[in-house]
Each structure stands twice: as C-alpha cells, then as structure tokens.
C-alpha cells in the first residue's frame, strides 16, 4: 500500500496550493488521513485531519483559517487546500492513512498511529 502526495512546488508568499493524496489500488474511503509536514531541521508536526466520513476536521493552529482539508471518496482521493501562505509553511508535506471503517467519524491525531504514508511532497514558499 502506498500514498501518493502530490502538488507541492514555488509560491510567493500570500499565493495558494492545493495537495493532494492519492492511494493507487485501495479504497481511501475506510481511512482517517493525516497531512504532516517536515520543514528543515524541524521535527514533524501534524497539520491537518479528517474522518474518513469527511464530516470532522481538524487543523493545527498554524494553519487554521488558511488551510482547508476535504476528501473525495468517490475519487479516492484527499486534499490540502492551502491559502495566504508563508514563508514558515515552507516544509515537505505527508498525507498518512489509519484505518478507521467507512463513515467513521474518528480524527487521528497521533503521528505513531499511521500506517500507510506518502513519500511527501515538497511546498516552497519565498518571502
């Protein structure tokens, strides 16, 4: 099983990228998803999370108000929406899958509780 995030690359500060996690050849609707980042020389951190339901989210205060997370089930498919970037968003983004069932409702919040990730995508942002 393996994620694939895609949709980093170069932005102003202020501009806006959309991420996105694909899962080739499993369904990502029984799945809670998890985007982290890693910027240089920093510990990962958890920046955003949605039930595999899609109804609850969650955002670490960083980033809340600017990014938006939503899923596609249909399209297998979860995206990171990200708004009025900065300079401090600059890292390499991972989407993270737990299993959770269809329709669950459980947002993963532990980093140590992901099973399946991807092999992150890059998000460079200039000042």
């Known amino acids: 099983v393996q994620l694939q995030a895609f949709g980093g690359g170069l932005v102003q500060a202020g501009g806006s990228l959309r991420l996105s996690c694909a899962a080739p050849g499993f369904s990502l609707a029984y799945y809670a998803i998890g985007w982290f980042r890693q910027a240089p020389g920093k510990e990962r951190e958890g920046v955003s999370y949605i039930s595999s339901s899609g109804d609850r989210t969650d955002y670490a205060e960083s980033v809340k108000g600017r990014f938006t997370i939503s899923r596609d089930n249909a399209k297998n498919m979860v995206f990171l929406q990200m708004n009025s970037l900065k300079a401090e968003d600059t890292a390499v983004y991972f989407c993270?899958?737990?299993?959770?069932?269809?329709?669950?409702?459980?947002?993963?919040?532990?980093?140590?509780?992901?099973?399946?990730w991807g092999q992150g995508t890059l998000v460079t942002v200039s000042s």
């Open positions: 993270a899958a737990v299993h959770s069932g269809l329709q669950g409702r459980e947002l993963v919040y532990s980093e140590s509780e992901y099973r399946y």
